[in-house]
């Protein structure tokens, strides 16, 4: 089992910044894929963003690219969300997950899930 737990959501004005992080706990974080994806209210969930285990690879969705910067630190077992220019239709709740199989922007890739952090941007 993997435990994770975001942070770092909140409540901000367009053009913002704010960072997530997500912890990993339980078994090792060696070789999970991390993700993060965003449910808003009535929608979906959406893929942000995900980046690999090795290299460190890194793809977004085209709506954040340029925006948002997917990180990991293996170390502390923590990935990391920043966000930039926050616009008021990133406003969702922010997951992350961990997953060892492939299709990285599938949600029904992922094994392990967060339970989210809001995020809110206002106008």
């Known amino acids: 089992q993997v435990q994770l737990v975001e942070s770092g959501g909140g409540l901000v004005q367009a053009g913002d910044s704010l960072r997530l992080s997500c912890a990993a706990s339980g078994r090792t974080f060696n070789g999970y894929t991390m993700g993060w994806f965003r449910q808003a209210l009535g929608q979906e969930r959406e893929f942000v963003a995900w980046?690999?285990?090795?290299?460190?690879?890194?793809y977004y969705a085209d709506s954040v690219k340029g925006r948002f910067t997917i990180s990991r630190d293996n170390a502390k077992n923590t990935v990391y969300l920043q966000m930039n220019s926050l616009k008021p239709e990133d406003t969702a709740v922010y997951s992350c997950?961990?997953?060892?199989?492939?299709?990285?922007?599938?949600?029904?890739?992922?094994?392990?899930w967060g339970q989210g952090t809001q995020v809110t941007v206002s106008s």
């Open positions: 980046i690999s285990w090795i290299v460190g690879n890194t």
């Open positions: 997950a961990a997953t060892r199989n492939a299709g990285w922007t599938d949600p029904m890739t992922y094994d392990y």
